[in-house]
C-alpha cells in the first residue's frame, strides 16, 4: 500500500501579533497557531490525501477566519478530489465558502486567504494554487511548481507583495482562475508547500541546501530556525510531503 509521510509546522514568526496562517494534512487541521506546532502524519493513499497551507492576506480584516475556512472545507472535500478538475471545482466552492462566511460577518468583509498545496492519489499528484502561497518539488534541486499571483517587485525586492488573486478578499464576490497541474507519482517523492513567511525570509538555494541536508520533521525545523535567523518578519507555515510508492 502506498503511503505519504508529512512534516508540518506553524509558527507567528518574530514581528506579527498573531497567525494567520492555516495547514490541512488529510482530515486535520491547524488554523491560527499561537505557539510552534509541528506535527508528522503516516497517511495510506487509499483515498486521496490532501495537504495545504493557507496564509490569510495582511491588510484585511480576519485574514485567520478565511484561511482556516479554506483548509477545512479543504479537508471536508479531500475524499472527492480524485482528479485535476475536482480539485479546480473545489477550489471554487472554497472561493464561494469564504465570501459566504464573510457575508455574515461585517467585521469581516474582503477577509481572503491564499491557497497552495496538493492532492496525491493512486492515480498521481494534482498540485494547485491560488495567491503567493508555494509548492516546490525536490527533484534534482527545488523546482517550484506553483504559479505566484503577484505583482512586478519593486526595485531592491525579490518578490512583490502584492497578491493578485486570493479566495475571497474583495466586497463582491471574484471568480478565481486556479493553477493546477498533475504529475505522475514517480515524477517526485518530495514536495514543499509554504507560505510567504518562508520564502521572503530565505532564498531558494538557501531552501533547497537545507532540505537536502534533512529530512522530514528535522528539514521542517531547520526550515524555521534559518527563517528565525532571517527575522522572520511573517508568519511561517511549512509542509514536507514525502510519498513511499515502493
Known amino acids: ?11 507567528d514568526g518574530l514581528m506579527r501579533e498573531h497567525n494567520e496562517d492555516s495547514l ?11 505557539t510552534p506546532t509541528s506535527q508528522t502524519f503516516y497517511l495510506p493513499i487509499t483515498t486521496p490525501v490532501v495537504v495545504a497551507v493557507a496564509d490569510g492576506l495582511g491588510g484585511h480584516p480576519a485574514g485567520e477566519v478565511a ?51 496538493l492532492v496525491v492519489t493512486e492515480q498521481g499528484v494534482v498540485v494547485f494554487n491560488i495567491g503567493d502561497s508555494r509548492v ?26 502584492v497578491v493578485t488573486q486570493t479566495l475571497g478578499g474583495s466586497v463582491e464576490l471574484e ?6 497541474s498533475t504529475r505522475r507519482l514517480g515524477d517526485g517523492a518530495t514536495y514543499l508547500i509554504c507560505s510567504d513567511g518562508l520564502t521572503d525570509a530565505l532564498n531558494d538555494t538557501e531552501i ?39
Request: include cysteine.
Open 24 to 34: 490541512v494534512v488529510g482530515a486535520w487541521t491547524l488554523c491560527a497557531a499561537t
Open 208 to 246: 533547497a541546501a537545507i532540505v537536502a541536508s534533512h529530512k522530514g520533521g528535522e528539514a521542517a525545523f531547520e526550515l524555521l530556525k534559518a527563517t528565525i535567523e532571517a527575522g522572520a518578519p511573517d508568519n511561517i507555515t511549512v509542509a514536507l510531503v514525502e510519498i513511499d510508492i515502493t
Open 175 to 180: 471568480p478565481v482562475d486556479p493553477h493546477t
Open 136 to 161: 516546490y518539488a525536490l527533484d534534482d534541486g527545488l523546482v517550484q511548481l506553483s504559479e505566484d499571483d503577484s505583482g512586478s517587485p519593486m526595485p531592491g525586492q525579490r518578490r512583490s507583495h
Open 67 to 117: 484561511s482556516s475556512v479554506a483548509v477545512r472545507w479543504l479537508a471536508r472535500a479531500a475524499p472527492e478530489l480524485t482528479d485535476d478538475a475536482l480539485v479546480r471545482s473545489a477550489l471554487h466552492a472554497c472561493n464561494q465558502s469564504v465570501y459566504a462566511e464573510a457575508a455574515g460577518h461585517p467585521e469581516r468583509t474582503a477577509m481572503g486567504t491564499t491557497i497552495a498545496g
Open 1 to 11: 500500500m502506498h503511503h505519504v509521510a508529512v512534516s508540518a509546522l506553524s509558527h
